[in-house]
């Protein structure tokens, strides 16, 4: 286990090839506390997680990943849905339209963070059909499918992460004194 943060911010990569190893109940449990421990506007918690370790459920949200077969050879793949309703009752349209995304996405990031800290490996899914991704899960109409994070013992050792960017830090980073 790895729990220096530098650490496993520097070591968090997308992982894609699983071994079929079941991911712990224990593990599993400190990866959505750590989501739920993200910051959220009004502390409004416009999430769900959807743990997902049913076979065929994981191969239809492979499908609908447009046929990204790891999703479905992962252990386990937490779903994470935003509730944009939620965040309008107090924000109105920014808050369905933007914070719900941001709280979620930040639910998202703290679980990566904790996969890595686990010793466990996992990918953010963004690309998916979001209608597809509800009707396999079945999930209400108010209820956005934002991303999947398969999740698993990866099968190899993970290669150097390649620079993030040839960009400059002038060009990405603007101070104002």
């Known amino acids: 286990m790895t729990t220096d943060l530098f650490e496993v911010i520097e070591k968090r990569r997308s992982e894609r090839h699983f071994k079929p190893d079941p991911v712990s109940g224990d593990a599993i449990k400190r990866i959505l506390e750590c989501g739920l421990r993200a910051p959220t506007a009004g502390n409004i918690q416009p999430w769900q997680f959807i743990v ?13 990943a447009f046929g990204q077969r790891f999703v479905s050879d992962a252990p386990v793949v937490i779903v994470v849905a935003a509730d944009p309703q939620r965040s309008a009752r107090t924000y109105g349209t920014r808050g369905a339209e933007l914070y719900s995304i941001q709280d979620t996405a930040a639910a998202v990031q703290n679980m990566l963070l904790a996969v890595v800290a686990l010793g466990l490996g996992a990918c953010w899914v963004g690309a998916f059909d ?14 956005r499918p934002v991303a999947m994070i398969p999740i698993g013992y990866t099968k190899e050792r993970p290669m150097p992460r390649r620079p993030r960017s040839d960009r400059p830090w002038e060009e990405t980073v603007v101070v104002l004194e």
């Open 130 to 143: 979001e209608k597809a991704a509800a009707r396999v899960l079945e999930l209400p109409a108010h209820l």
């Open 52 to 64: 997902v370790k049913r076979p065929e459920l994981k191969e239809d949200l492979a499908r609908a």
